[in-house]
């Protein structure tokens, strides 16, 4: 995992030159559309150092995006736009034993259902970072 500035993003594929959307994921032999971008609070990964003293930096978390202020967790079944591109919120992404073999922590436990959101890509485009988060029927 890298962190690169932008990312494209193409409607019902995911990110472009992403392992899902070239089929080369981990989980790849079990294809779901809702698998097309991942993201993470970054809070989350400061709760995580506070409260249980693990570091998780974003790149070891495994996610596409990374967000600040706002509530993935409570955005399930919901639209959210990342700039201009709309995703679509379709199920929190729990922790697995293969994170905890990449990283060797134990993350399963305090990830449960703060591990991030799972999406599928509605409407295309370029994500950079920085790019406004908005949750509604338009673009921020």
Do not use: F, K
Not at 38 to 57: A, C, F, N, V, W
Not at 74 to 88: A, C, N
Not at 99 to 110: K, V
């Amino acid at each position: 995992m890298a962190d690169v500035g932008s990312a494209r993003c193409l409607a019902g594929v995911g990110l472009e030159g992403d392992r899902y959307a070239l089929g080369t994921g981990y989980y790849s032999d079990r294809p779901r559309r809702d698998r097309q971008v991942t993201m993470l609070q970054i809070e989350t990964l400061e709760t995580l150092s506070r409260d249980d003293g693990l570091e998780l930096t974003p790149q070891q978390s495994r996610r596409n995006l990374i967000t600040r202020g706002i509530d993935l967790m409570e955005l399930v079944g919901r639209d959210l736009w990342v700039g201009g591109v709309l995703l679509r919120v379709a199920r929190l992404s729990e922790p697995c034993r293969h994170l905890e073999e990449l990283t060797g922590l134990s993350l399963i436990a305090p990830l449960t259902h703060r591990g991030g959101v799972n999406c599928e890509v509605v409407r295309g485009g370029v994500v950079r970072t920085g790019a406004p988060v908005g949750v509604g029927d338009s673009a921020p």
